[in-house]
């Protein structure tokens, strides 16, 4: 599933190349895309408007929108979630493509017009498609953002403190938990976890504070090198994580259980959970 690194890729693509282009049109006939809104609902609300815009909080992506020329009274922000294969396609004027989003998953013939779940037209004679494999992205108008916890490229470590602070879930869970920290998704959280040297079924509540600092450090270094480098994918363990996989610090066989209800890879040796924060399933052998 697209992470944090995946939508910024498709937020800056979006930024640099459909911003200010008036939309003439608007392909919003995919019900279960489009859900909650009828077919035409998102097109009357955006037709003469133009995207001003491209935000992301988490892996959550909106763009304000706004009127064109002098007419540039704010409209409704138009969410954009990617899902689980959702990429972004804008074709400029002169007919080159700006891609972001996941790494597309195509057909043995390239993309297929039919995974085209929603698009925008320029009166420029461009568009802004979302192109969706699995049909599990989503895009409606005025997402409810402010649901979600703080940004995790940008939380501080005063706000990462106070999500970390109480609690009896495991701190894996806790990093997926968007409402408390927004855009760690699995790979990520394996990741962050392994550079810290802390357990995924560590209690939060049994962390001491110089952990969840080193936490917080070893989380903004992940994501910063997974946005630079292309994807949570890239990660230092990330290569590691299947039967048979070894730490590539100290090359123990990785260890494999389930925390928050999400496959989770860790290093045994250097990973380990004391004392009576210990979570079930902690002695569970690969």
């Given at each position: 599933?697209?992470?944090?690194?995946?939508?910024?890729?498709?937020?800056a693509a979006i930024s640099a190349a459909a911003l200010h282009r008036r939309i003439v049109d608007v392909d919003d006939t995919d019900r279960y895309e489009c859900r909650p809104h009828p077919p035409g609902e998102i097109r009357d609300a955006l037709v003469g408007r133009q995207l001003?815009?491209?935000n992301r909080r988490g892996k959550s992506m909106w763009c304000e929108t706004s009127g064109v020329g002098r007419a540039r009274t704010p409209g409704p922000n138009l969410g954009i979630?990617?899902?689980m294969s959702g990429r972004i396609f804008i074709?400029?004027?002169d007919g080159a493509v700006v891609e972001g989003g996941d790494p597309i998953r195509t057909g043995p013939n390239g993309p297929q017009p039919e995974w085209d779940r929603f698009t925008l037209f320029f009166a420029d004679g461009g568009s802004l498609r979302l192109y969706d494999t699995r049909r599990l992205g989503r895009v409606r108008l005025n997402p409810p953002i402010d649901e979600?916890?703080?940004d995790a490229l940008e939380v501080t470590k005063a706000q990462f403190r106070q999500s970390m602070r109480v609690g009896t879930a495991p701190v894996k869970a806790r990093l997926l938990d968007?409402?408390?920290?927004?855009?760690?998704?699995?790979?990520?959280a394996d990741?962050?976890?392994?550079?810290?040297?802390?357990?995924?079924?560590?209690?939060?509540?049994?962390?001491?504070?110089?952990e969840v600092d080193r936490l917080h450090t070893c989380l903004r270094r992940t994501l910063t090198s997974a946005v630079a480098k292309g994807g949570a994918h890239t990660g230092r363990m990330i290569a590691s994580r299947h039967p048979g996989g070894r730490c590539p610090r100290c090359h123990a066989e990785m260890m494999h259980g389930t925390v928050g209800g999400r496959s989770t890879w860790w290093c045994p040796a250097e990973q380990v959970t004391a004392g009576p924060g210990r979570a079930p399933g902690e002695n569970r052998q690969p």
């Open positions: 599933m697209p992470e944090l690194p995946e939508v910024e890729s498709a937020r001003s815009s491209a979630h990617l899902g074709t400029n004027p979600l916890g703080p968007q409402s408390a920290i927004a855009g760690v998704g699995n790979l990520l990741e962050a976890l392994w550079q810290a040297r802390i357990s995924p079924l560590t209690r939060v509540r049994m962390l001491q504070p110089a």
